[in-house]
């Protein structure tokens, strides 16, 4: 969506920040602009990360803009010096003359609309790989039809054709006035060819910025999107809707098999797993899906547990592997969107001074309230609950106390590990002194050697100074020596 919308020279999306920010935390503002507009109806604050909001904030700057044209102009008719400062006047005011902006506005509600099917729907904690392929090949398919000739879309009849559709080939484009921007954004087009202002390069420009939206929009999704991995693909032959599908088995049993051989291949399964899941699949097909054909169509992938729906039919020990293969799929991600809402839900419980094991355990209680969907309307006070609380106190003293000991003792072990490295220090410094010590001596003997076969007295001088030089050395050593002994000392005296 962002790389659609960054793409035109629209700035939709500036606009719409610029018009909640000019009347954000100006209290004289707002009652001027509802005396002009005579409307209380605000814009909706837009956020370029939160994409799920973009169809609502699209929507009412729709709504509002004509009363905002006429703000703008108001407030360009002042003084220069009384008029508002700043981006978000400046932008607005660039733009406000634009006569299809509305259009724009509908045209970005339309795409984000698609795309909410995906973004909703995805936010769940449940197991929503097997679904990924058909949902993205659903959108994609749409997206691209918006702007490329039906027949070049007809003839992309797999998933893999669809991403390699050539969406830089022009002669696979429809013409300009055909491309489809949602029935809201072509009647406010329709609407401005009828008025007074009606100018032909306005409509032209709108549509060549539909066009690049979509194009920048499809080919981002086609890069980053899912669909290009084989595990995804092959992954929808587990969404029971496909397996009830009596025409669908056998183009099933082939994407099962090359899941398998791909899983194997990333050494996921053993090949023994992966021969057996390979027949306990056909089983499951033909004794399970057939008896429960209706149980499996009627499946609903926003509303149901995949896993919950599948493990009551694959808990049987006959169907032990296949049950291993499922339950990798469902332990795939398919979003980042409960890790997201986890920080909200942090920013709610926590508090100035608060420590991180009071945050960790109302996290718990939390997400055993969510996860058991308990309200404080149906939870059950118990007798061991009532217990728990009146020896609450009790137990955050015995708390107390042992974070008291453990501050203590890691107090010690800090001091420990201080003298444990300096020993360490001392050892490696009297290991190397032990080394030059014993190059000297062997130095000073092979020239006290020399020395004499050639009854030379400076080799032999050279000879004594290695040796006293040795011997100052070997006092460094007993120092050290003594040093390691004091230290250890020390260390041992830490109680």
Same mark, same amino acid.
């Given at each position: ?43 909706? =604050? ?36 009384? #008029? ?41 904690? #449940? =197991?929503? @790989? +097997? ?71 306005? @409509? ?21 999107? +899912? ?30 098999? *090359? ?20 027949? #306990? ?95 404080? *309307? ?19 003293? #015995?708390? &107390?106390?042992?974070?008291?000991? &453990? ?9 420990? *590990?201080?003298?444990?490295? /300096? ?10 002194? &032990? ?16 020395? /004499? ?25 007993? /120092? ?16």
């Amino acid at each position: 969506m962002k790389a659609g919308v960054n793409a035109t020279d629209w700035n939709t999306g500036k606009i719409l920040k610029s018009m909640w920010k000019l009347l954000d935390e100006s209290p004289a503002r707002r009652e001027k602009y509802e005396s002009i507009t005579e409307s209380n109806v605000y814009p909706l =604050p837009y956020c370029g990360h939160r994409w799920c909001e973009n169809e609502n904030c699209a929507n009412r700057g729709d709504l509002v803009w004509d009363g905002y044209v006429k703000f703008i102009k108001y407030l360009s008719g002042l003084p220069k010096s009384k #008029q508002p400062q700043g981006k978000s006047y400046l932008v607005l005011k660039e733009s406000f003359n634009d006569p299809l902006m509305q259009a724009k506005f509908k045209f970005v509600e339309f795409i984000a609309s698609k795309l909410n099917k995906f973004l909703r729907g995805f936010q769940t904690d #449940q =197991p929503m @790989v +097997p679904f990924l392929c058909d949902v993205l090949k659903e959108i994609l398919s749409s997206l691209l039809k918006m702007f490329i000739l039906a027949d070049t879309i007809q003839k992309a009849d797999t998933t893999l054709k669809l991403m390699k559709i050539d969406t830089t080939n022009k002669n696979t484009y429809k013409p300009l006035d055909s491309i489809d921007v949602g029935i809201a954004a072509k009647l406010l087009v329709s609407k401005y060819k009828r008025s007074i202002e009606f100018k032909e390069n306005n @409509v032209q420009n709108f549509f060549k910025g539909a066009r690049k939206f979509l194009f920048h929009l499809c080919n981002h999704m086609i890069e980053k999107c +899912p669909l290009k991995h084989l595990i995804i693909r092959c992954a929808s032959c587990m969404n029971p809707n496909t397996l009830a599908i009596t025409s669908e088995n056998e183009i099933s049993k082939t994407k099962f098999y *090359k899941l398998l051989e791909k899983l194997v291949y990333l050494q996921h399964l053993t090949t023994k797993v992966g021969d057996e899941a390979k027949e #306990q699949f056909g089983k499951l097909i033909d004794q399970v899906v057939s008896k429960h054909r209706d149980e499996f169509a009627a499946f609903d992938k926003f509303n149901d547990r995949l896993d919950s729906f599948m493990m009551q039919y694959l808990l049987d020990e006959k169907y032990n592997s296949l049950a291993k293969v499922y339950i990798l799929i469902f332990c795939l991600s398919h979003g980042q969107s409960a890790i997201e809402r986890g920080f909200n839900a942090n920013k709610q419980y926590i508090a100035d001074n608060q420590a991180a094991g009071s945050l960790i355990s109302l996290r718990i209680i939390h997400d055993h309230l969510k996860s058991n969907k308990i309200t404080s *309307k149906t939870i059950v006070v118990t007798t061991e609950m009532l217990k728990s609380v009146k020896s609450a106190h009790a137990r955050y003293e #015995q708390s &107390q106390l042992e974070q008291s000991k &453990q501050k203590t003792t890691s107090k010690k072990d800090l001091k420990r *590990k201080i003298i444990t490295t /300096e020993i360490e220090e001392v050892n490696k410094k009297r290991l190397r002194l &032990q080394e030059s010590v014993t190059d000297l001596v062997k130095d000073a003997d092979s020239l006290s050697i020399d020395a /004499e076969k050639k009854n030379d007295m400076k080799l032999l001088t050279r000879s004594n100074d290695l040796r006293k030089v040795a011997v100052a050395k070997k006092n460094e050593i007993r /120092e050290l020596d003594n040093m390691t002994k004091s230290l250890i000392l020390r260390r041992d005296s830490i109680i």
